[in-house]
Every structure is written in structure tokens, then in C-alpha cells.
């Protein structure tokens, strides 16, 4: 677990003051705050009387969509959180249900039951995190009260360009002056603007996936931006809980199939990172795949290395670029990742190998689409946004077998 | 998190000192022992610098077997455990290597390289769980320093009567001694032995899955013990990670069987404790299925109720039994069980339901073979063994989907 | 190949002349029903051109309800049928469209375009699959043209006692003369009364599993017809193609649960047919699992034997009663069945294996649950009503792996 | 059936004689073989009778290497197939079993017991599969006489250059002339060499899947040849039956990762068949995945198209190309070809679509890797061979779901 102190000192090194606290209104998340970065954190699961007499001390944590797999992904991560507590849960169709009615594997979950999100107290909520549609998401972010911090796990922020976000979803944005507060959340790239962000667009599985081991490359000019190809595989779990023939087990057990090609709507999520990074415009060819696994994504990147480049050098840069992180993790050499080897977890792992094309190199990338892909690297932008260790309810292990 | 203060009080109702001080000569653990029993429990992750400081107060843990799937479930469990640190791993065939070459899930752990048993030194070990294949495992045990506390996770110790141990394994037993002194662990049932135990049998997931429901229902007169009759299915991984033609991939995928159809070796342990429970001899019909999930047991046990009894009488009978359990939990009435709900956590969840045939009920207990049936119930034992709060480092939520 | 001839001669054996001729109106369903039964049979695979030539002799056959799962397998089994050629499909949704678009796997056969079924022309065809949903097939069935040889896959025609229809499927039944003409399509227990069927009442999929095995065994006297214990599991095929989100691939797959316990539809007809064969009230526990495969089935069945019975003399009934079966097929003692060794065929693989518990026997069948228990066996029927040896178009061998 | 017209007239546009009888010194075969392709062909199914009696009129069929994956397939194929029958198969570790105590799925089967392929008698063979290892084959195709027609389904035969075999095989190759007489069986691609071969080397499964919709485009110079990109994925049968850790069910399920990057075996076979059709040394980049599924596999392959060139002249000269073709299939636009739409059938679904990248195409290609992959092309290339039409044996419509 010596990783966990690095990490701590990375968020030291950041400053010594969470910088939560610079711009907060909340008194009370500020108090909070403070406490959270300077105290004693407090423990996990063995404390439940000291718990429950400082309960109020907890951030209280909002699920909007809570009825979905994102939804439930952050109430199972929350679930031996020390610093978050779910005060409220909202799903339309459920609402009056509990919890462990929709989702039988949270039964042991002592939580209220679900409301409708038009029904919703938000007087009792520091923070939220949204696990709507598109579309629908901006409409309820507008109306929520101002001091609430908030990770948006859907689409609706990560875009600057509104007309991309136009052309892509076919409806008009509306809630342009959120979109420019939004800070788009990719954590190890971004987590001083997180830092102190009330909105982070919290990013997709695939532009996740794809955009951690590209964008340092990119940054020091150690790959060629044209002609990048992008072959990604997911588990059916990023298609959601919603009931289609296409999703049903007959169709998907003992099969792989393309979809989306070229037109998948996390093409412009990804050409914003890696364009921003490189300074110009990125054309990127990104096909997803449709496979048999719940969780778990994989995606095999192949570039072109820049002229003099060699994959060695790839490979050092991006393991100083991710040394210190907790949950981005460099292979050693030769060593091949297996989506099954993060299932459950919030790591990331990566490699750098040689092409036979010489001049060019092979990249994969493997993360659980519902953890680092979603509600993982909310959780993880919730604690920077919280002035909270980064880290924290995110260190449990991989599921393997 | 309410659950947790119910436990903490069942461990307090059974002696205000933990019971492992009673007998224990080594004085390192006796003094932690007493340390873990009476202050505050030491919290989970954001403690690293507090706990790099007292590390040497962990106890400190030894895993025999560290390759196979029990073992790395083992590794996993305790990754983030409060009060204990792996300090010896051992793996004959991959002795010098790291476990994160054996197991690329778990590369992210800080551990001592694997070596052979027989190279291990166990003076800075506190207790071991022992994952060896049966036969091996007597040997071994017999050689560790008697001041070590063992949850042994093989066959070797379940059965009390050698001659049967015999008959059911083809061998003679060859550590008749150690098997008076084993405690069979079957925690919500032997609680108060296993507390004060050296070596525990752990049980078999079969076992375990079968008992839980049907040792409180016929102690109690609620159930025939005569045909008994017990369908469960089985994910793979209670097959271990031996390379066999029948456990791979294109022979379990898509398709169900059974087998050892009435001669699995875990029939008299099953036998064994329902006997004891009955008083009498039982003779259960007890038929396994293989089927096409890594993880998962669902057992469906047909019984004949008690003259005059219901499956309400059978079913408030469990509910006061379990109610204050933190593991076994009574789902509410027609909630049927999912091996999927459990998946990766240390629940069993059952229920009964009433059959078609009148006098008869169908009862349903659902675990994870690799956790409560194995890894998670060893390190349930090994908490009570070592005066610490049972549910310490157990309470991670199912993963699901 | 061997197989074959004894079929043949099973044909034969029961009337030189097909029993369809007797009471057909159709004249040229007659015409071609007695040259199926008299000529050399129409080859499969080579003689296009011959069948060219002469198309219009074969068997027109409409498949109602062609885009569910049933459905398409009655088109695949007929791909390469030398006597059947479908010339009508209908499917109200998927009206208008092509079958590959709808079933992709379809794509190469050379097929009529779907209709709505209001819409069908019945007048160029012989005889119809009817792979309607409960409730609705009666209607429909009401209005086909009298001349049409029927199988429906439904349902609707299965029970006897109308009353118990409507008690399980909550509804009155409104075909009960069609009701009163319908025959129980078990092949090889009613072989005769199928071949002159104008309706056959196709099985369910459990009850095929079941009542090959034990009906036999009770009109034998061989085994007691109380506490009869059924532990079924099936593939999700048996769900259909409905969207619904308890078939999602994430929520089945590395899972099982119980489903319908004690409540499943399938009940009634099981009882109806063990309680025929008892000539006396038969209850039955029948309990179904879903579990993650998408096609097979296994019933494992837990009975006691009559008094003075054992294992071998059920072995070797079994064994008489099924030895000129091209289909049924009783393994040597000890072989288990496995579902994975019949997918796709129309097989049904059983054995016998003693209990533990004395006095009492357990019996494994396994089919594929779209085959030998829904569209094959739908076949094998039609195959018997038109005339021609009832194995053809069935003689493909299981998919494995 | 309508394809299977087409397909004769492809045969018979070829030459009025079978190529076979050219240079065949059997004279048993010879004869047969003209009689196979004069004469209306032997029907399949309802045929028994007529083909007992004739029985010693179908070609002689060896399996060398029976209890493998390969080796099964070719069983099942050949079950019903109307012109061979098999009369030798050899599996030295299974040497004295029945098929079916080693394939369950073959129970049916009525066929020799396997013997080691040292007591093989070839004399009573027409033609053998060869299902064997590398490395061993050579040997034992050497010591075959050479009056047997032989499809060897290893990699023996396949590399025209013997130190191409040596690097990648790391072994020298000891069947050199054998090797220069190896006719490589892209059937559609090579199939007038094939008609006249005595030695077919069958191509790999991920060969077939990207030589064919290559090897025509690099022809037509409608793509480039350097940097083509090929992320395959496969199911696990291609891993073979041995018994491998790395197989195991708990070791697949659930997950995917690349193996054998830029040094899987098939590259030098996918350049040399490329470079062959560019009349240039063509260097591609592979990478191959291993997914949870026993059969299937996609091809997802990214090229440069030439100057000047479309999507659109790609798909026009695919489909034109491939228009006559029983088993290459070009999907209407748009369609996106699934591996679970070719299951246990010999078709390759392929198509193409445009990159977002100006100048770029994706071209998607799905085989099922036992049938086309494997077995069922080499069943197409002895059909040939053998004179006979080339997709017999071969019809039966893929298995979904």
C-alpha cells in the first residue's frame, strides 16, 4: 500500500491548502474541507459508532440516476466511503422504491429510498453525482441550487463546441453557460482545474481509455497526430440498464461485433482531448466493438511514432508521466494487459509495443468501463473536488477470476 | 454501515476478552491481541504514514499455496485489511516470483516474493491460511511452529472421523493429532470455538452453502432429515487454476453438467455436519453441476418439513437465527436469491419457499464459492481467531453486473 | 448413418400407407404425401437442379411468427429440407421486411419477404409452424383455412382441461373445440396419434426433458409418482427475443437463480402428462434456473423407485423403450449428459445414476431447448403428419465446442 | 438453394473434367472421381438403404489426429456428407477409444475406433485430413503413400519459403519437396490449383480472414500496401483442446486481451499472401485478441485506399468478385457482419466502410475460425479435389443464437 502515500503527496504538492476551499460558498462543505485535508482521515470499516455519532460530518452525496448501472456503481463504491454519505437517490421510474429492490447485490445497503428527481430535498446535499441521459442532464443541472458540487457523468458537458455538441447529439444545448464553467475531468491530466471545479464533465469509458496514453505522447511530440487508429472492444455494461433486443445475453453471449463505425458519438470526446493536446486538429478512425464481458474495455491503439522516436522512448515518457499516479499503471515490458486483470477496479494499465510496420508502435490500454470509465473517476474527481485524498474508497483490488 | 455495530456487539456478548488470549503462548500476538480487542480498530486506507509507523503491530500473516485461486482471494481480501499484513507467501512451482507475475491482477500489491514451503521462515509470522491441496497439507501443518494460528482451507481437517477421511480420499490420514485439535469453521454455526481455536478447518463451499440454511432448521425440528436432496451448481473456479481439458474455456462455455453425480468428496462433510446437528445419522442426496460462470454456488435443497411445520415456521425460524449476521442474510419473502448479488462479497443470501407438493419446502442459499464458501469465510475465522472484529476487511459490496 | 434405417423401419412398422392420406382433404397435399411415403426420398444438397424442376412438389410450408427465436429455427432446419420449402413467413412488426434482415444469420436463404399475418395468403400453402405467443395463437388458429396442417409451438393447445388454462394463464381459452382436436406432440410417446394430427400441441421445452424419461418409467410401474423432484436449467432462448431487462446479457451472464419457483407455466402440462401415464393425479416439485447459455437444457430429476426396483431395471427400460429412437438416446452407465453435446441437434441424451439415499434414483436429461424442445421437435411432428421419415432435416450433428 | 446452381457452373465453367483426373494414379479414386462429377451426386439423408448398398462408392476418408478440435470438426461436417466416408481416424493418446467417449457430441456417430497413426492402414483411403501439429506433420505426411489426396490443416505446407518456416518455427523444415509441391487453399482465391493438388496446405483462420477481402483489393491496386493495420479477434477454440492454463474458462471468461503481438505465427502466411497478390513485399501489422466466445472470429482491418480510389470501388469490386461465391458474402452497405452470424457455418461475411480519416477504409471481414477458419475450407478444398461440387457437405445455415 506504499502507493497510497505518493499519491498523498502528490495532492500536497499541489498545494497545501486544498484549493476546495478557495472559491466554496457552502460554509458547511467548506468546514468540511478543511477538515478532510487536514485531519486525521477518518476510517473505513471498523468505526461505525464513531461514525454514527459524526455522521453529520460526512459530505452527503446525492445519485441522480441511481436506478442505472453508473448509478449503482458509485452507491457499491460509496458504500465504505469515510468522507461521502448518500442522502439522497433519485430515479423516476423507481421512485418510492429502495434500493436494494432494484438492485438486489445492495440490500445490505442502509440507504433512503429512491425519489423522483422532481421530488428531490437537495438542502441535505454537499454534492451530486449525475448518472442521467443526455439531454435530460442539462435541464436538471440548470436547476439545481448553486452550492452543490457536481460530477456529471453524462455527455452533456464534456463538449466546448456546443454546435459539435449539436451536430453529434441532434438537439441544441441548452445550458451553454454551464458548458463553459464545466471542467472536463479526466483526472491525471486535469486535476488542478478539477481541484477546484463545482462542474466536472466526468469523461467516457472509451475517450478514457484512450485518451491516458495518447495525450502525453502527444504533448511531447513523440507521436505522429495523423492516421491515429483506434480499435477499442467493451463489455455490454456501457450500453446501460435499458431493455433492447440488441443487449439481450442470446445476442451478445459468444459473439463480437463492430458498431457504430466511425460514428460513435465518443469521436468528438476524443478528438477535443487530443487535439487540445496537440494544438491542431485530430482526425482520429475509432471503431468500437461489442463484446461478450460485462465490464472491462480494451483499446488497441496504432500510431505513428515521430520521426527519431522509438517505442523506448514512448515507454519512458509515459512511465515518468505516470510514476506517482495510483491508478494508471505502466506494464513492464512485454507485459500484455488483460481487461480481467482491472474488473472492478479503478486502475488503468497500459503497455507500448513495437510494431512489424517499422516506424510505428502499438499501444493498449485496458480499464473497467464502469469504474476508471465512469463512476470511478467520478468518485475519484469528487474527492479532489472535496479536498479529500484522491484515492479514497478506491483501493480495493481487482475481482479475478 | 448500521450492520457493523450489530457484529461488534456479537462479539463483545461473547466475553469482554478476546478468547484467543486464553491459550496463545506467543506473546507477540497475545499483546496485539489485546490491542485489536480493545482500542479503537485501525482504519483502512487514507492511514499510510500512521500505519508505515506501527506496521510491525499488523499481525503479521503467511499464505501457503499464494498461486492458486483460493490463495490470491486470500491476497485480495486482505489488500486492504486494518490489522493484517502479508509478510510470507509460498508457491513451490514459482517460488522467486512476484505475485503480480502470477497474478498480473494483484500488481499493484507490495509483497515479499513467493518461495517454497520448505524454504519459508515462519518466525515472522503470526498465523497462516493454508491453500494446499489435501494430503499435502496434513504434512505441512504438522512441521509449522505450534505458536502458529492456521485456517486451513484444504479437505484435510473437515472430516472427524479418519476412517472416513480415508475412504473419501484414498489415503491414510497422517496427522490424526492435529485433527482432534481442529476446529471445523462454519462461523455463524462454531463461533465460540472457532474464537478460541489454533487450527480451524475451513469449510468447503458446498458445505457451506448447504449448512448454513439446514443446520438451524433441523436442530430446531423444523425438517425431516431423511431425503434430503440437494441440486447446486457450481461456478469453475472451485476447480482451481489447474491446467485440465475439462475446465477450459470451450468445455464449460454455454453448457451445464453434472458430476460426481453422489460421489463428490464433499458429501460427508456435509453428512458430517448435519448429523451432528440432527443427532443421527444423515444420508443427503447431493448432486453438483458445473456450469458456465467463474464465480457463483447456488444451492436448491428440496426437504420434507416436520410434521405440523410451515415454511413460515421454517422461515421465521432462519430470520431470528441470522437476524443480527452480518453475512447470512434472509432475503424477504418470494425475493428470490442470485449467485450474481453475491458475486466477489462474503454474503450468503437464502430463502425458502413453499413447494407444490404439500409437507415440502425448496430452500435457496446462494454464496460465492471463492469468498464465503472459501477465502472470505478463512479471514471471517482468522478475525475471530484473532480477538479482531469478525467483519474486518470483509464489507466490500457484490460486484455487479 | 446406420441410425437412419432403423427409423425407417420404425416408420414402417406402424402402416405402409402414411396415416396423413386417411383423412386429408387437400388433394394435393395428398398427391405429394403419398409419393413422400412411397418413392425414394428426395436427396439434400446436391440435386438443385433436379429440385428445380420440381419445386412445386415440395410441401409448402408458412412459418406464423417468424421473427422470434423459435421461428427462425424452424427456417433454419428447413434450409436444407428435401421435401419442405417455406413459402409464406409472417410477422406483424417485421412486416415488409427480408429474413436476413431481421436474423442476419438468415442472410443467404431465399425467402419470401415477412407479412402481418392479417395480410397472409394461404392458399399456396400446405402447412404452417404457428410461433405465436399464448393468447394470440388461438385467435389465429380459429381462422386458418381448414385443409392446413398445423404444429403450434405455442401453448395454447397443450392443456386439456381448459379450466386449467385458464387458471394458469389467466385467461379463458377461446379455441376449445381446436382445444378437443389438438394432439400432445410428444413424438415418441405419440407417434401414431400425430401422424394423422391435423393439430399438434407441440411440448414445452421442460416438459419434453421431463416426461421423455419419466413417462416411460411410470407406465413401467418403475418409479413412484409422488415426490417426484424436477431441478430444471435453461439457456435464455427459452426467454425469447423480447427486450427485457431481465434477459440483458449483464444480467445473466457468470449468474444463476431460480425463477417461476413452484409457479412456472410449464407445471400443468408435466402434470398432465406423468398423471396420464400414472392414470392417477400426479404433483410434481418443479423448479426452473435460468442460467448464462443460450441454448440447452438439463433436468435433473430426483425420484423414488417402486418398491423392489433399482437403478438397472430403470437402466434397462430405458434403454428397451428408447433402442430404435433415432433422437432419445440413453448414454452407457456413468456417462453423464452435458447440454453442450446435443446444441443445436435434436437429440435428447439421458442416463440413470443411483442415489445415495436408498431406494431412490436420479435421472439427467439434456436437450437443446429451440431444438428437440421447440422447433425440431416441431419438425420431427410435421415430418410424421406429412408422411416422410420423420428424421428428415434433423440429422445434423451437435455444435461443439 | 438457388447459390448451389451458381456454384456447379462455377465448377463446370472451370473444365468438363475434375482436374483430378488428370494426374491421379488411384485408379479407385479416378473412377469415383469422374463419377462424382458426371453423375446426378448422391443424395444425403433420407438415402440410407441406396447408400449401404453403394457404400463402398464413397471416397474413403482418413482423419489423422481425431481428438482435436480440427479433428471433430471435420467429423461433423462429414456426417452427412454424401460422397465421404470416413474410414480411418487416428489419435495416438486416444489410440483404441470410440469418438464418442472422446467427443461426447459424436455419440451418434457410427465410425472406426481411433488407432495410433503408426498402425494406420491407409489402404483402405481414398484421401486424408491432416489435423496434426507442426513439426510432426511433416513426418507424417512424408510417410503417406502417395497415392492419397491430402488436406493438412497445420501450418506445415503453408510458407513457400522453408527459412521463413525455420525463423518462425524455430525448427528446420524436413519436408522440403513436399513443401514445393503444397498447393496453398485460399479456395476461392486458388481454387483451379487446388481442383489438380494432391498436397493442400489450408490456410490459417486468421489468414482466410484477411486475404480475402485483401487479396482482391491489392489485385485490383485499389489499396495500399504498407501500412495495413489488422486487429483480429478469436475465439478460444483456435487455441486447440490441449490443456492450458491459460484456457481455462476462469481465465477467459469475461475479458479480452492481446497476445502474441507482432509475433504471432500468421503474420508470415498474411505477407505471403499479400505480397504474392502485390506482386511486393507487403509488411502488415497484426495483432491478434483472444475474447470469450469457442468459435468466431473478426477481422477489423484499416487500410490507405489508393489515389483516386472510394469506399465505393472497394465495395463494387468485392461484391463483383465475389457475386458468384456459395460462402463469401458481401453484406448490403451499412451491415456490419457479426462472428455470431457465421457460427458453425463455412460462410465469411465481409464489408467495408469509410474512415473519418480522409483516404482511409475499414474493411470488417467474420469467419467462424473451426468452419472457414479450419475444417469447413478444407472440406471445400477436398471436395474440389475430389471432383465433386465444392460446397457439399458444407450447407447447413449458421447456429444463432
Not at 469515510?82 to 442502509?110: C, E, W, Y
Not at 468518485?379 to 478506491?394: A, D, F, K, R, S
Amino acid at each position: 500500500m506504499g502507493s497510497l502515500s505518493s499519491l498523498n503527496s502528490i495532492y500536497i504538492d499541489r498545494g497545501s491548502f486544498p484549493k476546495c476551499l478557495n472559491e466554496i460558498k457552502n460554509s458547511r462543505v467548506k468546514k468540511l474541507c478543511l477538515r478532510a485535508s487536514v485531519a486525521t482521515s477518518a476510517p473505513t470499516s471498523l468505526q461505525s459508532e464513531e461514525f454514527k455519532a459524526k455522521k453529520f460530518e460526512k459530505f452527503r452525496i446525492g445519485v441522480l440516476g441511481a436506478s442505472g448501472y453508473t448509478g449503482s456503481e458509485i452507491i457499491r463504491l460509496l458504500a465504505n466511503h469515510p468522507n461521502f454519505q448518500i442522502t439522497l437517490m433519485t430515479a423516476d421510474r423507481k421512485a418510492g422504491q429502495s434500493i436494494g429492490s432494484v438492485f438486489p447485490h445492495l440490500v445490505k445497503q442502509d440507504l433512503p429510498d429512491m425519489v423522483a428527481v422532481k421530488d428531490a430535498d437537495f438542502s441535505n446535499v454537499d454534492a451530486v453525482f449525475c448518472c442521467l441521459p443526455h439531454g435530460t442532464t442539462q435541464e436538471i443541472i440548470k436547476g439545481l441550487p448553486s452550492s452543490l458540487k457536481i460530477v456529471d457523468l453524462s455527455a452533456d458537458f464534456r463538449l466546448r463546441d456546443v454546435g459539435e455538441y449539436e451536430e453529434w447529439y441532434g438537439q441544441p444545448h441548452r445550458g451553454q453557460e454551464l458548458q463553459k464553467e464545466a471542467v472536463y475531468g479526466l483526472t491525471e491530466i486535469s486535476r488542478t482545474e478539477i481541484q477546484s471545479a463545482r462542474l466536472v464533465a466526468n469523461p467516457g469509458c472509451y475517450p478514457t481509455s484512450i485518451q491516458l496514453p495518447l495525450i502525453p505522447l502527444i504533448k511531447a511530440n513523440l507521436i505522429e497526430v495523423k492516421n491515429i487508429i483506434v480499435d477499442s472492444k467493451s463489455g455490454v455494461s456501457g450500453a446501460g440498464r435499458g431493455a433492447k433486443e440488441a443487449n439481450l445475453y442470446t445476442e451478445i453471449a459468444e459473439g463480437i461485433h463492430s458498431y457504430g463505425v466511425t460514428r460513435h458519438r465518443h469521436v468528438p470526446e476524443i478528438e477535443q482531448g487530443l487535439s487540445e493536446a496537440a494544438k491542431a486538429k485530430v482526425t482520429v478512425s475509432f471503431t468500437p466493438h461489442l463484446m461478450p464481458m460485462s465490464r472491462g474495455m480494451q483499446s488497441t491503439i496504432y500510431v505513428e511514432m515521430a520521426p527519431g522516436a522509438s517505442t523506448e522512448d514512448l515507454y519512458q515518457h509515459l512511465r515518468n508521466f505516470y510514476e506517482k499516479e495510483e491508478f494508471v499503471v505502466l506494464l513492464k515490458k512485454n507485459e500484455i494487459p488483460h481487461t480481467r486483470h482491472v474488473r472492478g477496479s479503478n486502475y488503468c494499465l497500459m503497455n507500448v509495443f513495437p510494431d512489424r510496420i517499422p516506424g510505428r508502435a502499438i499501444i493498449i490500454s485496458v480499464i473497467d468501463n464502469l469504474v476508471k470509465g465512469a463512476s470511478g473517476q467520478a468518485l475519484q474527481n469528487l474527492n479532489l473536488m472535496m479536498g479529500i485524498p484522491e484515492n479514497t474508497g478506491l483501493l480495493s483490488i481487482p475481482l479475478f477470476p
